[in-house]
């Protein structure tokens, strides 16, 4: 998946994944076809809580959640680009399960990453002291699916 979005788009790609063993295996994986994507650093890939992200690359343009968190992880949220879009299932292990579609409108609330006022931002790298508001989100109930569990690191 990492390796497939980052033709699409140039830039940086960032997967994570809360079990060291599957970002070991994403790295096999990409090396065998597209080791210049690592030798580049124009892949990164990281044991981290996907309910958390990576902070330290947002702003993000685009997000795709490969697990089905039992809620909005407005974490990750709130590292979307104002513009950005996340695709994420969300529902309960083993019931029902929606394709999302989350667009950020707008950035009343934290931005993580961005810094507009010139300042060093918070802990975070938050430009705007906030938090979340759900009016800077649209969105959009795409289809029905069933993913696996998305797990916490704690």
């Given at each position: 998946k990492t390796s497939l979005l980052n033709t699409l788009n140039e830039g940086k790609v960032y997967g994570i994944d809360v079990i060291p063993q599957l970002v070991k295996l994403s790295q096999t994986n990409i090396a065998k076809q597209d080791v210049d994507l690592l030798d580049s650093s124009t892949v990164h890939l990281r044991t981290r809580d996907g309910w958390k992200g990576y902070p330290e690359g947002a702003p993000y343009h685009a997000i795709?959640?490969?697990?089905?968190?039992?809620?909005?992880?407005?974490?990750?949220?709130?590292?979307?680009?104002v513009g950005g879009v996340m695709v994420v299932p969300?529902?309960?292990?083993?019931?029902?399960?929606?394709?999302?579609?989350?667009?950020?409108?707008?950035?009343?609330?934290?931005?993580?990453?961005?810094?507009?006022?010139?300042?060093?931002?918070?802990?975070?790298?938050?430009?705007?002291?906030?938090?979340?508001?759900?009016?800077?989100?649209?969105?959009?109930?795409?289809?029905?699916?069933?993913?696996?569990?998305?797990?916490?690191?704690?």
């Open positions: 795709h959640v490969g697990a089905a968190a039992a809620s909005f992880p407005k974490e990750l949220m709130m590292q979307l680009a969300v529902g309960p292990d083993g019931g029902t399960q929606y394709l999302y579609m989350v667009e950020r409108v707008g950035d009343d609330g934290v931005v993580v990453g961005l810094n507009l006022n010139g300042d060093d931002g918070d802990e975070m790298g938050s430009s705007r002291k906030g938090v979340f508001r759900e009016e800077d989100y649209k969105v959009q109930k795409v289809l029905g699916v069933r993913y696996v569990p998305l797990v916490r690191s704690d």
